[in-house]
C-alpha cells in the first residue's frame, strides 16, 4: 500500500470515442499476473455502467483532468492482453480511415460474450490399451488420431468418416477415455506434410520463392498473378505449408466473398488433412467465442494456426502471425461501404507490417494499385502463365447485338441460343452471367410511363417472382436492392390507375432462367445469386450439384465469377458485356475487365477446352477488345495512362464526403459549410457539394463532396483538421471515406 495510482488511458469500444482517462492503484492490480501492460482487458465504470475496453497507454502525457477527477478501473480480465501488433494496427487504420478509434476497437472486440467463461466440457482420446483386434470403422477412428489430441465426438467422427455410433461404442467399450477441458474445445492442427501436389516447374517457381520469404520473416507483400486455373490456390498453400512448420506461427487467409469458402474449404482439408478455423459475420456466437480464444491463446499449444475469412478477421488478436494471403485481391468486395470505411486489401498489407510478416495478394486480374506497386518494385512480382494440367484458356467472341437483335422479351441472341443447345446436346454445362439480381430491374406502366421506384431511396424497385429459394420477404415481390423495402407489384398503376398496364423491364437472373427454361424445358437450372444463397451451406449445396452435374445451366451474378473450378463446364454467355461500364466510377472500365475476365475463366478448366461469348452493343470498347485479344496488359497500360492524366487512383489520391440527413435543408446547409471552408492548397482540388448519385437513400438526403489530391498530400491530415471546424447541423451525419470504389 501506499504507491499513489497513476493515470491510465483506457479505449472502450465506443464508436465515437477517444481513450478515457482512469486511475490504477498499481499494487493491487499487480498480484496476480504481473504489471497492467498495454492492450489488457479491464472493465472500467463510464457514466453509471461498467463497460469493457482496453488499455491503451500505461503513461500518457498530462492533461487537464485533475487526478481527482477521475475514477480507478474496476478490475482486469482474466485474459490475454490484445497483441502491440493489433495494437498498433487498430491506431492505423483509425487515422487512415479518419475513424475514432473507439470504432475500431469495436471491430477487434466484436465477440459477443468472449470473456464468458467457457464451460466444462468432455472430450475423447484413445486408450493406450486398445486391443489389437478391432473392426475397420474402429480402426479408421484410431488411424485419424491427431497425436494425442483430445477432441469431441462429432470430430471424431468426421475425421475417420463414420458415423458418431461407432465412437460412442468405442466409448462403452473404454476404448477411448473421457478427458474434461475448461473452455473451447481446441482446433485440430493442420498437417503441412499431409498431402502436397506434384508442382509443375512454373509453380514450384513461385512456391519456392514465397516460402523462403516465410523463411526469412520479413515484411514484403509479394504479387501473385496468373491465369485462371493456374493454380495459385495449389501455389500459396505451399507458404502456408512453411509457416506452418513454425512453432505456434499463425496464418490468415482472406476471401473476398464468405459465399466462396466451401470449395475453399474442401482444397485446404485435402491438402492439410483438417479444416481451418473460419471467421466472418454469419458465425454464431459460439462458433466466434471459440474462434476468437484459440486464435489470442498465448502459448503455442491448442492455438488457432490457420484462419479463413472475411476482412473483419484483419482484426482478430493473432499472436505470432507469420503469414497473410488475400486471395483474388482485385475484389471490390474488400472494402467495407459502412461504419469503418476500409479496404481489406490495402489493410491487410498494413496488418503484415506491423506483424514483421509477408503477405501474397493472388489475382488473375490484379487491381491496377497492386500493379503499380509490383512495377515500382514495392512489392515481389510472381507469374503463371500456364493452366494446369491439359487445360487450355477458353475462345472467346462477341456478338454484336445491333446485327443479332434480341426479339421482344428475350435476352439472349440467336448464335448464344445455338451455342447453349448444341452445349447442352453435348451433356456439358454452360453459365450465363448477368449481374443483376431479380426478376427485372424496373416495373413500368406502359400507358403512362410510371416507374416503380423506392419510397425510401432514388432507385427503382427490383421484380423478384418465384425462385427456388427466395425467402416470402422477396417472392413475387418488388424489392428495393438499397434499403430493403418490398411490396406488391401493383394491377393498377399507382399514377394514371390503368389496369393491367404494368410491366417489367429488362432482365434480372431469374427471368433469364425462364428463358431458358422456356428454350430447354428438360434441363436443369440453377440460379445463384444472394437471394438464394443465404449462408455457405446454401453455397456449398448448389455447387455440390453443379459438381456432381445436376445442373445443365448456371445463371449467376458476380457471385459466379469468384475462383469455382467445375470441370464439366465449357461454355460462359455473358447476357450484357455492356453493363457496368457506365457510371461515375473511375474504376468501372477496370471492374468490368476483371470481372469479365474472371467469369471466362470458369470455362473449360479441364481437359475439355471452353467458349466464351460475349453480348454487347458496343464490341469495339476497350475492354471487349482486350478480353478478345487476351492482351489484359495494354488495356491496362491504357486505364493507367488514362488515371494518371486525370490524377485519380492509383496515380492521385481521392476520397468522399458524404453529408446525409432526413432534413434536406440542415443537409444543403452544412454541406456548403464544409465546402466554404475547403482548404486552399492548391495540390486539392474540392468538388461540390453536388446532390449524391443516390440522393436519398434509405430515408436520408445525400450530398457529396470529392476531393482530389495530388499522391504527396498528406490527405487525412489535412481533411481531420478542416472537418474539425465544420458545423455539422442536427441530425445530419458525415462520413468520410478515403479512396472510395462505391460511388453511390
Ligand atoms: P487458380 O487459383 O490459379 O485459378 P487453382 O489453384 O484453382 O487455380 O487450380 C486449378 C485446378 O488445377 C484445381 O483443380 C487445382 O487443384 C488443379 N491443380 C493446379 N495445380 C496442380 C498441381 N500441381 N497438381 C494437381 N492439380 C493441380
Ligand atoms: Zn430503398
Given at each position: 500500500m501506499g504507491s499513489d495510482p497513476i493515470r491510465i488511458q483506457v479505449l472502450l469500444p465506443i464508436p465515437l470515442s477517444g481513450p478515457f482517462d482512469y486511475l490504477v492503484a498499481s499494487d493491487v492490480i499487480d498480484q496476480n499476473r504481473g504489471p497492467l501492460t498495454k492492450g489488457d482487458f479491464v472493465s472500467v465504470p463510464l457514466r453509471g455502467r461498467i463497460l469493457q475496453g482496453?488499455?491503451?497507454?500505461?503513461?500518457?502525457?498530462?492533461?487537464?483532468?485533475?487526478?481527482?477527477?477521475?475514477?480507478?478501473?474496476?478490475?482486469?480480465?482474466?485474459?490475454?492482453?490484445?497483441?502491440?501488433?493489433?495494437?498498433?494496427?487498430?491506431?492505423?487504420?483509425?487515422?487512415?480511415?479518419?475513424?475514432?478509434?473507439?470504432?475500431?476497437?469495436?471491430?477487434?472486440?466484436?465477440?459477443?460474450?468472449?470473456?464468458?467463461?467457457?464451460?466444462?466440457?468432455?472430450?475423447?482420446?484413445?486408450?493406450?490399451?486398445?486391443?489389437?483386434?478391432?473392426?475397420?470403422?474402429?480402426?479408421?477412428?484410431?488411424?485419424?488420431?491427431?497425436?494425442?489430441?483430445?477432441?469431441?465426438?462429432?470430430?471424431?467422427?468426421?475425421?475417420?468418416?463414420?458415423?458418431?455410433?461407432?465412437?460412442?461404442?468405442?466409448?462403452?467399450?473404454?476404448?477411448?477415455?473421457?478427458?474434461?477441458?475448461m473452455g473451447d474445445a481446441s482446433y485440430p492442427v493442420p498437417d503441412s506434410t499431409f498431402l502436397g501436389p506434384k508442382l509443375s516447374d512454373e509453380q514450384q517457381n513461385a512456391a519456392s520463392h514465397m516460402q523462403q520469404m516465410v523463411k526469412d520473416q520479413c515484411f514484403k507483400p509479394v504479387l501473385l498473378e496468373g491465369i485462371t486455373g493456374s493454380g495459385k490456390t495449389e501455389v500459396y498453400f505451399e507458404a502456408i505449408a512453411e509457416a506452418l512448420k513454425i512453432e505456434g506461427g499463425q496464418i490468415l487467409v482472406l476471401l473476398p466473398e464468405i459465399a466462396l469458402t466451401a470449395q475453399w474449404l474442401e482444397r485446404f482439408r485435402a491438402r492439410f488433412g483438417v479444416e481451418p478455423v473460419v471467421w466472418h459475420s454469419a458465425l454464431t456466437p459460439a462458433s466466434r467465442r471459440r474462434a476468437w480464444w484459440a486464435v489470442i491463446k498465448d502459448g503455442a499449444q491448442g492455438r488457432a494456426r490457420v484462419v479463413v475469412g472475411a476482412r473483419s478477421a484483419l482484426f482478430l488478436p493473432f499472436q505470432d502471425l507469420k503469414l497473410i494471403v488475400v486471395d483474388e485481391e482485385h475484389s471490390a468486395t474488400f472494402k467495407q461501404?459502412?461504419?469503418?470505411?476500409?479496404?481489406?486489401?490495402?489493410?491487410?498489407?498494413?496488418?503484415?507490417?506491423?506483424?514483421?510478416?509477408?503477405?501474397?495478394?493472388?489475382?488473375?486480374?490484379?487491381?491496377?494499385?497492386?500493379?503499380?506497386?509490383?512495377?515500382?518494385?514495392?512489392?515481389?512480382?510472381?507469374?503463371?502463365?500456364?493452366?494446369?494440367?491439359?487445360?487450355?484458356?477458353?475462345?472467346?467472341?462477341?456478338?454484336?447485338?445491333?446485327?443479332?437483335?434480341?426479339?421482344?422479351?428475350?435476352?439472349?441472341?440467336d448464335p448464344l441460343r445455338e451455342a447453349l443447345s448444341a452445349n447442352f446436346a453435348q451433356g456439358e454445362q454452360?453459365?450465363?452471367?448477368?449481374?443483376?439480381?431479380?426478376?427485372?430491374?424496373?416495373?413500368?406502366?406502359?400507358?403512362?410511363?410510371?416507374?416503380?421506384?423506392?419510397?425510401?431511396?432514388?432507385?427503382?424497385?427490383?421484380?423478384?417472382?418465384?425462385?427456388?429459394?427466395?425467402?416470402?420477404?422477396?417472392?413475387?415481390?418488388?424489392?428495393?436492392?438499397?434499403?430493403?423495402?418490398?411490396?406488391?407489384?401493383?394491377?393498377?398503376?399507382?399514377?394514371?390507375?390503368?389496369?393491367?398496364?404494368?410491366?417489367?423491364?429488362?432482365?434480372?437472373?431469374?427471368?433469364?432462367?425462364?428463358?431458358?427454361?422456356?428454350?430447354?424445358?428438360?434441363?436443369?437450372?440453377?440460379?445463384?445469386?444472394?437471394?438464394?444463397?443465404?449462408?455457405?451451406?446454401?453455397?456449398?449445396?448448389?455447387?455440390?450439384?453443379?459438381?456432381?452435374?445436376?445442373?445443365?445451366?448456371?445463371?449467376?451474378?458476380?457471385?459466379?465469377?469468384?475462383?469455382?473450378?467445375?470441370?464439366?463446364?465449357?461454355?460462359?454467355?455473358?447476357?450484357?458485356?455492356?453493363?457496368?461500364?457506365?457510371?461515375?466510377?473511375?474504376?468501372?472500365?477496370?471492374?468490368?475487365?476483371?470481372?469479365?475476365?474472371?467469369?471466362?475463366?470458369?470455362?473449360?478448366?479441364?481437359?475439355?477446352?471452353?467458349?466464351?461469348?460475349?453480348?454487347?452493343?458496343?464490341?469495339?470498347?476497350?475492354?471487349?477488345?482486350?478480353?478478345?485479344?487476351?492482351?489484359?496488359?495494354?488495356?491496362?497500360?491504357?486505364?493507367?495512362?488514362?488515371?494518371?492524366?486525370?490524377n485519380l487512383p492509383p496515380f492521385g489520391k481521392l476520397a468522399a464526403i458524404i453529408v446525409s440527413g432526413a432534413d434536406f435543408n440542415a443537409v444543403v446547409k452544412t454541406a456548403r459549410a464544409i465546402a466554404a471552408r475547403a482548404p486552399k492548397n492548391h495540390k486539392i482540388t474540392v468538388l461540390g457539394p453536388v446532390a449524391a448519385p443516390m440522393p436519398y437513400l434509405r430515408g436520408k438526403h445525400r450530398f457529396r463532396l470529392l476531393i482530389k489530391a495530388e499522391k504527396q498530400v498528406k490527405l487525412q491530415k489535412i481533411m481531420g483538421e478542416w472537418l474539425s471546424v465544420c458545423p455539422v447541423g442536427r441530425g445530419v451525419s458525415l462520413q468520410v471515406d478515403i479512396d472510395p470504389y462505391n460511388f453511390l
Open positions: 482496453v488499455v491503451w497507454d500505461m503513461s500518457p502525457e498530462e492533461n487537464d483532468i485533475a487526478l481527482d477527477k477521475l475514477k480507478f478501473i474496476q478490475g482486469r480480465l482474466d485474459l490475454p492482453a490484445l497483441p502491440l501488433s493489433l495494437l498498433g494496427f487498430i491506431d492505423w487504420v483509425a487515422s487512415y480511415t479518419l475513424s475514432p478509434l473507439g470504432a475500431v476497437l469495436k471491430m477487434a472486440m466484436s465477440v459477443p460474450h468472449a470473456f464468458d467463461q467457457a464451460k466444462k466440457k468432455t472430450l475423447y482420446r484413445l486408450s493406450p490399451n486398445l486391443p489389437e483386434k478391432i473392426t475397420e470403422s474402429r480402426r479408421a477412428v484410431k488411424d485419424a488420431a491427431i497425436g494425442d489430441m483430445p477432441l469431441p465426438i462429432a470430430t471424431w467422427a468426421e475425421l475417420a468418416a463414420v458415423g458418431e455410433g461407432v465412437v460412442r461404442g468405442m466409448v462403452k467399450a473404454g476404448q477411448m477415455i473421457p478427458v474434461e477441458v461501404d459502412d461504419g469503418v470505411m476500409y479496404h481489406g486489401r490495402d489493410m491487410a498489407v498494413v496488418r503484415a507490417m506491423q506483424s514483421h510478416c509477408p503477405v501474397i495478394l493472388a489475382s488473375a486480374t490484379p487491381s491496377l494499385e497492386t500493379i503499380l506497386n509490383a512495377q515500382a518494385g514495392k512489392y515481389d512480382w510472381l507469374y503463371m502463365g500456364e493452366r494446369h494440367g491439359v487445360a487450355v484458356l477458353p475462345d472467346m467472341k462477341v456478338i454484336d447485338l445491333r446485327d443479332h437483335k434480341l426479339k421482344t422479351g428475350t435476352w439472349l441472341s454452360s453459365l450465363l452471367y448477368l449481374n443483376r439480381r431479380g426478376y427485372a430491374p424496373l416495373t413500368l406502366c406502359r400507358t403512362c410511363g410510371h416507374r416503380m421506384e423506392c419510397p425510401h431511396c432514388s432507385a427503382w424497385l427490383v421484380e423478384h417472382r418465384k425462385g427456388d429459394k427466395l425467402c416470402d420477404k422477396l417472392r413475387d415481390k418488388l424489392q428495393c436492392h438499397h434499403c430493403g423495402f418490398s411490396c406488391h407489384k401493383p394491377d393498377i398503376c399507382p399514377k394514371c390507375e390503368g389496369k393491367d398496364t404494368m410491366v417489367a423491364c429488362g432482365p434480372g437472373v431469374e427471368r433469364v432462367a425462364e428463358e431458358i427454361r422456356s428454350l430447354f424445358p428438360e434441363a436443369r437450372v440453377a440460379v445463384m445469386a444472394s437471394d438464394e444463397i443465404s449462408s455457405p451451406d446454401d453455397m456449398r449445396d448448389i455447387i455440390e450439384s453443379i459438381e456432381r452435374h445436376e445442373v445443365d445451366f448456371i445463371i449467376g451474378t458476380q457471385i459466379v465469377t469468384k475462383g469455382y473450378h467445375f470441370p464439366m463446364l465449357t461454355l460462359v454467355g455473358v447476357v450484357d458485356a455492356d453493363l457496368g461500364l457506365s457510371g461515375g466510377d473511375p474504376r468501372a472500365a477496370e471492374r468490368t475487365w476483371q470481372q469479365l475476365e474472371q467469369v471466362s475463366g470458369r470455362a473449360g478448366r479441364a481437359e475439355r477446352t471452353g467458349m466464351v461469348i460475349f453480348q454487347s452493343y458496343n464490341p469495339h470498347h476497350p475492354v471487349l477488345q482486350a478480353l478478345l485479344s487476351g492482351d489484359g496488359q495494354k488495356f491496362l497500360e491504357q486505364e493507367a495512362e488514362a488515371r494518371e492524366q486525370q
